[in-house]
């Protein structure tokens, strides 16, 4: 069995190499995860899972959260909120104590950020906070960065950005914030928040996508299978299921001994 964690990409130039002998393989590729926060849901809890889940390693984790759609209702309290709490967050060196946020992990990363944040303002986002690089701490780190007013032609809207940098998109409906949530290759992990128990059934198995964090920012835990669906990879990690997946099923009939 072959395993591989990175890119989109690489995975699908693996799979073709890997068919000619039929070898199993295993890929963990890449994310565009869903950040949904419904009307009922608890704003605080939901504004602090954000954080979690948009900024550990400055963005840089398959699971981080890539496209906030937040419900029309709650659309400007939770912006004032979030930019609130991110505005207190510290960027520097990580092994100095109160530092949140470190560097991009190179060059080609902090180019890919850079020029994602500059094409949505280009095209009309609005900056509410952060959104241009922090040169004086070192060439790699970018301010977290708050947008608003995405719209579809921004390539913040589709492309992981992989990066500290929140994109902010306001829905009025379950099936509308559904279809955006879906509306993507990639199926690796989705979150969303509510109070509303039905919609909590509802959401979870309509989420197109490998797990799912209800009223939870971070999802990755040993005893839990890891993994996702459409593009973003085959197999699962962790728990008994990734034990599995390096095993296969052996049928043996014995019949006739006397």
């Given at each position: 069995?072959?395993?591989?964690?990175?890119?989109?990409?690489?995975?699908k130039i693996l799979y073709r190499q890997c068919a000619s002998g039929v070898k199993r393989l295993g890929l963990e590729l890449g994310g565009n995860a869903p950040f949904i926060v419904y009307d009922s849901a608890n704003l605080q809890n939901a504004v602090h899972s954000a954080l979690a889940s948009k900024f550990r390693n400055c963005g840089q984790t398959c699971v981080a959260s890539n496209r906030f759609l937040v419900q029309d209702k709650i659309y400007d309290a939770f912006v004032s909120k979030l930019v609130e709490e991110v505005e207190k967050l510290k960027i520097g060196d990580g092994s100095k104590p109160g530092i949140n946020l470190g560097p991009l992990i190179n060059q080609a990363q902090f180019k890919k950020v850079s020029e994602l944040v500059d094409d949505a303002v280009s095209k009309?986002?609005?900056?509410?906070?952060?959104?241009?690089?922090?040169?004086?701490?070192?060439?790699?780190?970018?301010?977290?960065?708050?947008?608003?007013n995405i719209k579809e032609n921004m390539l913040v809207?589709?492309?992981?950005?992989?990066?500290?940098?929140?994109?902010?998109?306001?829905?009025?409906?379950?099936?509308?914030?559904?279809?955006?949530?879906?509306?993507?290759?990639?199926?690796?992990?989705g979150y969303f928040f509510s109070e509303d128990v039905?919609?909590?059934?509802?959401?979870?198995?309509?989420?197109?996508?490998?797990?799912v964090g209800v009223n939870e920012g971070l999802i990755s835990t040993a005893e839990a299978p890891f993994?996702?669906?459409?593009?973003?990879?085959?197999?699962r990690e962790g728990s008994h299921h990734g034990v599995e997946d390096f095993t296969y099923i052996k049928y043996i009939c014995v019949g006739n001994l006397n």
């Open positions: 069995m072959y395993c591989f964690l990175g890119s989109t990409q690489v995975g009309g986002a609005e900056v509410k906070t952060g959104g241009k690089p922090v040169p004086e701490l070192g060439e790699f780190f970018y301010k977290p960065t708050i947008l608003t809207y589709t492309e992981e950005v992989f990066g500290p940098v929140i994109n902010v998109i306001k829905f009025e409906t379950e099936d509308q914030s559904l279809q955006i949530a879906n509306n993507t290759e990639r199926g690796l992990a039905a919609q909590i059934f509802r959401v979870a198995r309509k989420l197109e996508v490998g797990m993994g996702g669906v459409k593009e973003s990879g085959l197999g």
